[in-house]
Structure formats: C-alpha cells, structure tokens
C-alpha cells in the first residue's frame, strides 16, 4: 500500500488533519503517490449510497458506541473520493454509532478514485 509523510516542526506537539462543514473539504496533501490519507469528515459529507439496503446489527453498534464514547474510534472508515465528492460503502457499524453518539464528524481513511471505480462499488 502507498504511504506518505507529512513533515511536521519538532516544536508542534499535536497536528490534526481536518475539514470543516462548511465548503468543501480537501486532504491537505496526498504525497507524491497518491495514496489513502486519514482524514476526519463531517458525517453529512459522506454519501452512503447503499444505506437502504443494508441493515446494521443493533448489538454491534450499541457496542460500539460504548467504546467508541470511552477510546474514541480506533480504525477509521474507508472512504472513497471522487471529484470532490465522499462515498462510504463500509464501516457501517461505525458510521451508525458516531451518528447516535452526535458526533459531528468521523476520521476516515480517504482514497481518490474515478467514476469508474464508483460503479464498481454500485454493482
Ligand atoms: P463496521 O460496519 O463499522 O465495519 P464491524 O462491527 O464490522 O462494523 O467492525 C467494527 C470495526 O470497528 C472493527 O474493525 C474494529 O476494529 C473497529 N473499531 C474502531 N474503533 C473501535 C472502538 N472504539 N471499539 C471497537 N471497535 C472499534
């Protein structure tokens, strides 16, 4: 997997990698390769097409919930970028738990795909 690196001044002790709700929001840097990179996006940024067809596990997320209001989330959710536009096909679970914990936002693992690689996941 491609990985990055972001240089950040030995004097800054903590660095956080966000976006805001308003407008849209943009990884700061991918790195020269492209790569995931972790980002932390309000939830109503992040389209779920494939919501009415799933239904979570009520036991799993109300688990999740618990640990993730104790520890914080611990594995972001994979999101995929296309033109600008946040899809989220999996971490249903996760996703479900921060939006009945009312957390405005959820770290994600972000990767920048085409058009063809949304229908992909569409099929
Ligand atoms: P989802 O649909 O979100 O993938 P699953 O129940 O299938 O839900 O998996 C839960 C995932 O959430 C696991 O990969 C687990 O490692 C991850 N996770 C992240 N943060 C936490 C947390 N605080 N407590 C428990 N699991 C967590």
Same mark, same amino acid.
């Given at each position: %997997? @491609?990985?990055?690196?972001?240089? &950040?001044?030995?004097?800054?002790?903590?660095?956080? *990698?966000? @976006?805001?709700?308003?407008?849209?929001?943009?990884? %700061?840097?991918? +790195?020269?390769? +492209? +790569?995931? *990179?972790?980002?932390?996006?309000? !939830?109503?940024?992040?389209?779920?097409?494939?919501?009415?067809?799933? =239904?979570?596990? #009520?036991?799993? /997320?109300?688990?999740? %919930?618990?640990?993730?209001?104790?520890?914080?989330?611990? &594995?972001?959710?994979? &999101?995929? #970028? /296309?033109? +600008? *536009?946040?899809?989220?096909?999996?971490?249903?679970?996760?996703?479900? @738990?921060?939006?009945?914990?009312?957390?405005?936002?959820?770290?994600?693992? /972000?990767?920048?795909?085409?058009?063809? =690689?949304?229908?992909?996941? !569409?099929?």
């Amino acid at each position: %997997m @491609a990985s990055f690196i972001i240089q &950040v001044p030995n004097n800054l002790r903590t660095f956080s *990698v966000s @976006a805001s709700s308003n407008g849209s929001p943009s990884p %700061m840097s991918r +790195g020269n390769q +492209g +790569g995931p *990179v972790i980002l932390e996006l309000p !939830l109503d940024k992040i389209r779920r097409p494939l919501l009415r067809t799933r =239904t979570n596990d #009520e036991n799993k /997320v109300k688990e999740l %919930m618990d640990s993730i209001s104790q520890i914080g989330l611990q &594995v972001p959710i994979d &999101v995929l #970028e /296309v033109d +600008g *536009v946040y899809y989220g096909f999996s971490g249903c679970h996760r996703y479900e @738990a921060h939006q009945r914990l009312g957390l405005p936002t959820i770290r994600c693992k /972000v990767r920048r795909g085409t058009k063809e =690689t949304l229908r992909h996941h !569409l099929r």
